[in-house]
């Protein structure tokens, strides 16, 4: 819950059981879990979770197991790319049609990866990274859906396995992973008009395997790995501001994990903070503290703290009142 700043369990577990390295789509209210692995067995399978009557079912399988998959939908079609079947990485893809409940393969991508990432920008598909079996990759391509065709982009600048990229501004935004050699904090975008790679600020916490979306006008990275241990803390970048902030962090350490935006949801009250309101007038308490302690620090002049300070007040109160030893993809032990 972005405006109370906590994060809220979901009791609704999977009875099948456990997944990593899957990938998550919506379409309405329906959460589609693809592929994955719970530390035994690379999944074909795919689940549904409905957000409104908070109920699992089992869909249609794809055609080939999907460990370290990418994921996203175009037009209410899930499409999932490449990924580790258990005994190599792949280049194939496929795409799946909800009506039918059916998985068509589509063109295969020039490159095989898995720990991958991949976005939907402009109604193209971008993926970026991964991992091919011997190496990292930098190298990145997008699919045109209408031509079934595959175009190989410029390089990243860095090689990125356990990579997260996501749609923002109209670029994609490519975060951290890891390199081979250590895990990075360091970040970069695409311009589909400059068709250049652009560095952006590092974020605070280096990570691979971590969950990427946009919340708010915002980029959140949650969770991840950051080559010692699994990890909670979670992170949101603001373009405007060219500057990352620090969010609350998660109740449980998360790597290998997968997030996702529904929108719209008539039973919202169901997934927010129960005592929001007392939580966004604690915080407005705090920054009027704060604020009243930075006015008597300072003279007449101006203080850009205090500016700031006051402008976050401002908002509050506008939203009161409205596998680490599996070669060199990233495993954290026990799935953790």
Sequence with gaps: DTRADRWIRVEEIDPSGPRAYHGTAVIGFDIYVIGGFDGMENFNSCRCFNAVTKTWKEIAPMHERRCYVSVVVIDETIYAMGGYNGHHRQNTAEKYDYRSNQWTMIAPMHVQRSDASATVLSGKIYITGGFDGRECLSSAEVYDPVTNVWTQLPPMRSRRSGVSC???????????????????????????????????????????????????????????????ATIHQVECFDDRANEWYEATDMNVFRSALSACVVANLPNINDYIHKNRHMLMEEKRQKL???????????????????????????????????????EVEDNPPNLQ
Excluded at 199 to 211: E, G, I, K, V
Excluded at 290 to 304: E, G, K, Y
């Design 166 to 228: 996501i749609a923002y501004h109209d670029s994609v935004y490519v975060l951290g992973g890891f390199n081979g050699v250590s895990r990075m904090c360091s970040v970069e975008k695409f311009s589909p008009v400059t068709n250049q790679w652009t560095p952006l600020p590092d974020m605070y916490t280096t990570r691979s395997n971590f969950a990427i979306e946009v919340i708010d006008d915002m980029v959140f990275a949650i969770g991840g790995f950051n080559g010692i």
């Design 288 to 326: 009027l503290a704060l604020n009243q302690n930075s006015a008597v620090a300072v003279s007449t002049q101006t203080n850009p703290a205090v500016i700031n300070i006051t402008q976050a007040i401002e908002e509050v109160n506008n939203a009161v009142d409205n596998q680490n030893n599996m």
